[in-house]
Nanobody, 126 residues
Framework: QVQLVESGGGLVQAGGSLRLSCAAS????????MGWFRQAPGKERDLVAA????????YCADSVKGRFTITRGNAKNTVYLQMNSLKPEDTAVYYC???????????????????WGQGTQVTVSP
């Protein structure tokens, strides 16, 4: 089992940057594929970015491609989401999640993720 705690959210003007961090407990962090999701009011929770166990393989949703980058530091049990050129439509609660995959690649299915953090609010003003 793994526990996840997000940090780094806040209020930023459009065009600005934020870096989210997700600290994981436990000694087996490197065996989990990780993902960042977001949920705006009245909308479904959507995948923003995902990363494989090793960090060699990553995925970003089309809506954030070229602006957001997901990385991980297995020695620090942490996954990051660097968000640049933020837009008002990026406003949401951001969650990190973990899953233990049967393969070495990233995971894009929301239902595949077993462990979730409490979320951190990101608000982008016009």
């Amino acid at each position: 089992q793994v526990q996840l705690v997000e940090s780094g959210g806040g209020l930023v003007q459009a065009g600005g940057s934020l870096r989210l961090s997700c600290a994981a407990s436990g000694r087996t962090f490197s065996t989990y594929a990780m993902g960042w999701f977001r949920q705006a009011p009245g909308k479904e929770r959507d995948l923003v970015a995902a990363i494989s166990r090793s960090g060699d393989s990553t995925y970003c949703a089309d809506s954030v491609k070229g602006r957001f980058t997901i990385t991980r530091g297995n020695a620090k049990n942490t996954v990051y989401l660097q968000m640049n050129s933020l837009k008002p439509e990026d406003t949401a609660v951001y969650y990190c999640a973990a899953t233990w995959p049967r393969h070495s690649d990233y995971v894009t299915e929301v239902k595949a993720y077993d462990y979730w953090g409490q979320g951190t609010q990101v608000t982008v003003s016009p």
